[in-house]
């Protein structure tokens, strides 16, 4: 088992803090995603024609793109993916929110600061918008959480690695976690977790 | 069960889509998205606190947002879901992959137009990225398809349900497909499937 990885990458990130938790090792290979070499021909041809990582590759050699179907791959069989049909359904609701509604609002204020991209005043609305819907979503975890522990269940799921990450590291992007207790907890909370691998600083 | 959706919603259509591909039948109550009522204090509280639908309504009132949540809740133990750990993987490698790569590219070009929005410079330069990248997407499903007839394995599951509707409807956004010869074949295979349920128009 081989993982196609990007140092930097958070959604590489989830597929290596559920590899931890799991105690499970793997052969990563590192790619420049900057540099384009996610992008190059032999990468879209032999790993994945998307042009992203993280990927993972079996021993027979199958490449499943994606992080969220690659989390639901290894968990299956371990407490990280519950059994029952409707708690299956809600780590999934959870992963997809993430992709959709959470990801693209929390790391790309990052990225831009982290590869210094020029703020035009085009950028400057797209921030705005960004951060509009970016704290909106980290409220809609606010006020799930409330009491709870985690998203699925009492337990720690997929759900949890994969909603991790973002908001981890958004005050990379400009973010600030005052207003969101709940949140700010629950990511203490992961932290504590036997076999926790710190997300790329 | 009864399902929160709303008339022109891609997303809601997905999970219609499969109603009538199972069989199954399904209370549906519509909400006016533009005006509104899924960002009213009574949705947000009572449906979803994400203010968006499609949400499956349990009959013990559990609520389940996420198009793609509910395809795979409502497709387990069915011929729409493969039970060899692989396949599932895969079949969730291809709902995210539309989520996050195809979707929002393909739907936003459609809504201004529905919705009469204006092109101020700004929107000519989103949608200038938002067709480059809804191209490449189309054009990963393409060489994906190749020969194959569905996205995993040989029969149609609910990959298939969740990618079809926005390259079904992307016309409507001005996209055009006569460079996909693999990807119109298969929108056409879909529509002879049992039970098939066409788009909102």
Chains 1, 2 share one sequence.
């Not at 540099?35 to 024609?49: D, I, K, Q, R």
């Not at 993972?56 to 049909?85: C, F, N, Q, R, V």
């Not at 993430?98 to 035009?120: C, K």
Request: glycine letters at 12%; aromatic letters at 10%.
């Amino acid at each position: 088992m081989r993982l196609h990885s990007a140092p930097r990458s958070g959604n590489s990130y989830k597929v290596r803090l559920l590899l931890g938790l799991l105690g499970t090792s793997c052969e990563v290979v590192d790619y420049d995603t900057k540099g384009g070499e996610t992008h190059a021909p032999g990468f879209l041809e032999s790993v994945n024609p998307d042009g992203k990582v993280p990927v993972l590759e079996l021993g027979d050699g199958t490449m499943l793109p994606e992080s969220g179907a690659i989390l639901y791959y290894l968990a299956e069989g371990t407490p990280y993916l519950p059994e029952e049909k409707l708690e299956r359904a809600q780590v999934l609701r959870w992963m997809l929110f993430e992709q959709y509604s959470l990801l693209l609002n929390l790391s790309r204020p990052r990225l831009w600061r982290m590869w210094g991209v020029e703020i035009t005043a085009q950028r400057r609305a797209e921030l705005e918008q960004l951060f509009e819907q970016g704290y909106r979503a980290l409220g809609v975890m606010e006020r799930y959480l409330g009491g709870r522990e985690f998203f699925v269940g009492d337990h720690p799921t997929v759900a949890d690695v994969a909603l991790y990450v973002y908001p981890r590291l958004c005050a990379e992007g400009g973010y600030e976690l005052e207003g969101f207790p709940a949140v700010g907890a629950w990511l203490e909370r992961i932290a504590t977790l036997p076999g926790y691998v710190p997300p790329p600083g």
